[in-house]
């Protein structure tokens, strides 16, 4: 299995990365966000305590109602009575944030990205130190919520970026296994498949994905939680995508 191709936003002349997961499991954009940035878009998240969604009993939080966590614990219909309110919460604690997530994200792309109708926009996963993501890592795992039957059946391109704010003191990388979806879930409690690749984010490094690329988190250690942006898009029309939370 190939290794994530970084490139440097530094060098990068806006050519889209997305055909390069034709070939290798992810790309990434290094220094997407510059550290001081990062660092003060994250230490806003933390400090909105109050203002965060608790997801799994604590397991994990975030700042913006995610689908998927709404879905597998039977708030579906919480998730979309909200979808302003959380967009709101999210303004307000990092201004401007979704609008230059969904501006990268369109970049890497090379086509036009707009918000889904009805869903949230853009937000941040905070896992806490010493949860159980940080003790075990999180499962492994397809990025299928969302995606509608004909989605799943039709299979347009579909993608998850992820920007990270803040990496864990060590460890807490993705990881990306040689297996993409095709009809049968991957078992929560199995481990993951060999033959895999970790990468590891620092602060400001932008990762795309396939969504329908087996993958996880790994577990991390010390007192710092891992604070990240993440959206998910998939193409409703050539180079047109809808993006969500």
Known sequence: MRRVLWRDAARWDDTPLLPALRRHPAVGLRGALDAATAAAWA???????????????????????????????GRARAYFADARGSDAVVQRVLPGMQERTLALLSRLLGGVVRRRHGFCGPGVHVFPAGEKVARVGGVTHYDLEGLTAHHLAERPRA?????????????????????????????????P??????????????LLFSSFRLHRIEGFGGSRPRVSITCHAVEVDGDVWEAWF
């Open 43 to 73: 230490a806003a998240v933390v400090a909105a305590d109050v203002n965060l969604v608790d997801d799994f009993g604590g397991e994990q939080r975030a700042l913006g109602r995610a689908f998927y966590t709404h879905l597998e614990t």
């Open 193 to 206: 498949p060999r033959g895999g690749t970790t990468t590891r984010s620092r602060a400001g490094d932008a």
């Open 159 to 191: 993608v998850s970026f992820v920007w990270m704010l803040q990496p864990p003191t060590t460890r807490g990388g993705l990881g990306l296994y040689p297996r993409v979806f095709r009809g049968d879930n991957w078992p929560l409690e199995r481990a």
